[in-house]
């Protein structure tokens, strides 16, 4: 959910570089957006952290659930670094390399050693080398400063990476022995990577071919998907993923029932082409919608938009990019589920797509099909 500010080589990653482990150089947070199955968060540039919308299991990390329509701060921390949103949890991390993470908890997801539900951010452990992280449906995964990649919660799939032992895991188990990892995106029930040498790996639920190994069935341990080193940046989305190559080119895999593979066309077991631009620099997707940004400040968008989540005005799915507006400042951060949110140059926020929670931050529950700027509270 996607897919995904603290370092100076993290701010690398979040524009889908691939370098080499993050450093232990701290940097100034970079604004940040995050949507959940109902309920948005984001880190604005002063390093604060704010959420609102539905509240159904302490998502709003304000320590109640109480849904809110506005956006409400989440204490008074002002070193909130990097955020990402799971159906209903978040994790962050913050400038020190700590990581936190709040709401739902059933499968063990929060990382806390624990499946109490939490309804205000809790640290996972006490390491301070923490890179980056990805909230998926029941699971999360992180990348750490020295590039090691850790997992936990839901495992049935085989999504932790770590093997089919363990169902679930309450902490953060290592996957592997690799120290390069780069990015990593957590999916519905599967997980996808990128290490520093460009390699892409997937790892979990393949049974629409999410994995882009050719198959149709399960993998518990990462497997590369084919043999090229020119992948930059990956998102997982509920049964497909989407990424692109140092080339600008896009690609994506699996189940295609809404078009969010932006084509036409049955599900794909292995990597297809989207179209035939090579100005593409960055993808994220989340249940069955996508959202893409290219080097000319254009966002697009494509897949299932029965909440008007695509943002091009109507609730017709999809099955190729379509334009958001006509803007060329979608230079910062972008989330998308059923509802969309992104930044734009100098920071400013606009949401689009489901408000039944009040989800878009305008104090309404109506539905938006068309970008709507956020305003957060002085």
């Known amino acids: 959910?996607?897919?995904?500010?603290?370092?100076?080589?993290?701010?690398?990653?979040?524009?889908?570089?691939?370098?080499?482990?993050?450093?232990?150089?701290?940097?100034?947070?970079?604004?940040?957006?995050?949507?959940?199955?109902?309920?948005?968060?984001?880190?604005?540039?002063?390093?604060?952290?704010?959420?609102w919308g539905g509240n159904y299991t302490g998502a709003l990390g304000?320590?109640?659930?109480?849904?809110?329509?506005?956006?409400?701060?989440?204490?008074?921390?002002?070193?909130?670094?990097?955020?990402?949103?799971?159906?209903l949890h978040n994790c962050a991390v913050r400038s020190g390399g700590t990581l936190w993470c709040w709401g739902n908890n059933f499968r063990g997801q929060l990382g806390d050693g624990t499946t109490t539900t939490r309804s205000a951010p809790v640290?996972?452990?006490?390491?301070?080398?923490?890179a980056t992280v990805s909230a998926g449906d029941s699971h999360t995964c992180g990348v750490r400063t020295d590039g090691t990649l850790w997992c936990w919660g839901f495992n049935r799939s085989g999504q932790l990476g770590?093997?089919?032992?363990?169902?679930?895991?309450?902490?953060?188990?290592?996957?592997?022995?690799?120290?390069?990892?780069?990015t990593v995106a957590a999916g519905f029930a599967h997980t996808c990577a990128t290490r520093t040498d460009g390699t892409l790996w997937c790892w979990g639920d393949s049974t629409r071919g999410q994995l882009g190994l050719g198959i149709l069935?399960?993998?518990?341990?990462?497997?590369?998907?084919g043999t090229l080193t020119s992948w930059?940046?990956?998102?997982?989305?509920?049964?497909?993923?989407?990424?692109?190559?140092?080339?600008?080119?896009?690609?994506?895999?699996?189940?295609?029932?809404?078009?969010?593979?932006?084509?036409?066309?049955?599900?794909?077991?292995?990597?297809?082409?989207?179209?035939?631009?090579?100005?593409?620099?960055?993808?994220?997707?989340?249940?069955?919608?996508?959202?893409?940004?290219?080097?000319?400040?254009?966002?697009?968008?494509?897949?299932?938009?029965?909440?008007?989540?695509?943002?091009?005005?109507?609730?017709?799915n999809r099955y190729a990019p379509t334009r958001v507006g006509t803007a060329t400042d979608w230079t910062g951060d972008f989330a998308i589920g059923y509802h969309g949110c992104g930044l734009r140059t100098g920071g400013a926020l606009w949401c689009w797509g489901n408000n039944a929670n009040g989800q878009l931050?305008?104090?309404?529950?109506?539905?938006r099909p068309a970008p709507q700027t956020v305003t957060l509270p002085n």
């Open 232 to 316: 930059k940046t990956v998102t997982s989305g509920y049964a497909f993923s989407c990424a692109t190559r140092t080339d600008g080119t896009l690609w994506c895999w699996g189940e295609n029932g809404y078009g969010q593979l932006g084509m036409a066309g049955n599900y794909q077991t292995t990597p297809a082409r989207v179209g035939d631009a090579t100005t593409w620099n960055r993808v994220t997707g989340n249940d069955n919608s996508a959202c893409g940004s290219r080097t000319d400040g254009s966002l697009w968008c494509w897949g299932n938009n029965m909440e008007a989540q695509l943002a091009d005005g109507t609730t017709t």
């Open 217 to 225: 069935s399960y993998r518990a341990t990462p497997e590369q998907v």
């Open 361 to 367: 931050g305008d104090g309404t529950t109506t539905r």
């Open 62 to 87: 304000d320590g109640t659930t109480n849904h809110r329509t506005t956006p409400g701060r989440v204490g008074t921390a002002t070193d909130w670094a990097s955020i990402d949103a799971g159906f």
């Open 162 to 182: 770590t093997g089919p032992a363990s169902y679930t895991e309450n902490a953060p188990v290592r996957v592997g022995t690799a120290s390069n990892w780069a």
């Open 123 to 130: 640290q996972v452990g006490t390491a301070t080398t923490w």
């Open 1 to 51: 959910m996607a897919r995904f500010r603290i370092f100076a080589a993290l701010a690398a990653l979040a524009l889908g570089v691939v370098v080499g482990p993050a450093s232990a150089a701290q940097a100034a947070p970079t604004p940040a957006v995050a949507t959940g199955y109902a309920h948005t968060c984001t880190i604005p540039a002063d390093g604060t952290l704010w959420c």
